[in-house]
């Protein structure tokens, strides 16, 4: 049974690597952007096992910026959904997103929050927008998110 102090969401950072230095972000403020360190697989199995065991119900996969770690994030995504029994809430900038990551996301999250208030060009945050509202649908849930 679960109580007001239990943890109902686990944010899964796979790396600190991240291609923007958005002014709200806290990492982009002194912190090394380098690096290119990414969660490892067997770390991620253990924490998704152990926070499916107590009750966790929502899954977030954030970073630095996520999709700067490539194809392994879709594999990250399918290894959460296994352990856990739930997709994954993707956490992004958006500026990596295309149409061959659009097909590759297919079916691999809950939800795809792109964030609007980001540091990109001036009409970033319009492209990001018309991006969601023409893509979105049930296998590829585009939504916008705010920081």
């Known amino acids: 049974m679960m109580n007001n102090n239990d943890i109902?969401?686990?944010t899964f950072n796979l790396s600190w690597a991240c291609n923007t230095k958005c002014s709200y972000c806290y990492r982009s403020l002194g912190h090394d952007q380098s690096s290119n360190e990414i969660l490892k697989r067997e770390d991620l199995i253990a924490q998704a096992t152990i926070a499916h065991k107590y009750g966790v119900k929502e899954y977030r996969i954030s970073g630095g910026e996520p999709l700067c770690v490539g194809e392994i994030?879709?594999?990250y995504a399918d290894i959460i959904y296994?352990?856990?029994g739930s997709k994954p809430i993707l956490m992004t900038s958006g500026y990596l997103i295309d149409d061959t990551w659009m097909n590759m996301a297919e079916n691999k999250f809950s939800?795809?929050?792109i964030s609007i208030d980001n540091p990109f060009e001036n009409n970033q945050s319009t492209k990001l927008l018309e991006l969601i509202k023409a893509n979105t649908c049930n296998s590829?849930?585009?939504?916008?998110?705010?920081t």
């Open 8 to 10: 109902t969401v686990l």
């Open 82 to 84: 296994s352990i856990t």
């Open 140 to 146: 590829v849930p585009l939504t916008f998110g705010l």
């Open 73 to 75: 994030l879709f594999d």
């Open 111 to 113: 939800a795809i929050a």
